[in-house]
């Protein structure tokens, strides 16, 4: 199957052919050997194999080692002026909130993950993460996204 990818970091667009995952950057990049790319993808690897789990225990794994807790924040701001729409909501749940908690989640585990991958782990476990309300300044709702885990080598 013949398909248009997008390089990465060229920007250029290429044609990929085959059933195989698509790759991310095109075939002149690949070839530069850059150092930038090839610490791209050496992380992508890292990434793809990474463990993340909200249990203090990987199943069927053991934790090899300890490298310490890290920890992200972000604050999401959603806008709340005007009437209530009632066709921004479905099955109860308001899909603007809903998709920016959604958002602020997979930002915060991907910020794990890259801070753990610093230290050299292989996976986190003990994902913890929380949401509070920071209050309403000029119509805008502020939430905190925190969000914590403990860095660990696992075999």
């Known amino acids: 199957m013949e398909r ?15 059933e ?27 990434r793809r194999e990474f463990v993340a789990v909200s249990t203090p225990e990987v199943g069927g794994r053991k934790v090899a080692k300890s490298l310490g807790l890290v920890t992200t924040e972000q604050v999401v701001g959603f806008k709340i002026s005007g009437k209530l729409d009632l066709s921004k909501f479905s099955g109860g749940m308001a899909l603007s909130l809903v998709d920016k908690l959604m958002n602020g989640r997979e930002w915060a585990i991907r910020t794990l993950t890259d801070d753990a991958l610093a230290l050299g782990a292989n996976g986190l476990v003990g994902i913890d993460i929380r949401y509070e309300s ?18 660990v080598i696992v075999e």
């Open 134 to 151: 920071l209050g309403v300044k000029e119509e805008v709702l502020m939430v905190l996204v925190y969000a914590k885990g403990t860095a």
């Open 4 to 18: 248009t990818v997008k390089c990465k970091f060229c920007n250029n667009s290429f044609t990929f052919e085959g």
């Open 20 to 46: 195989e995952a698509l790759p991310d950057s095109c075939p002149a990049c690949k070839k530069q050997e850059n150092p930038d790319v090839l610490q791209f993808f050496a992380d992508q690897k890292k």
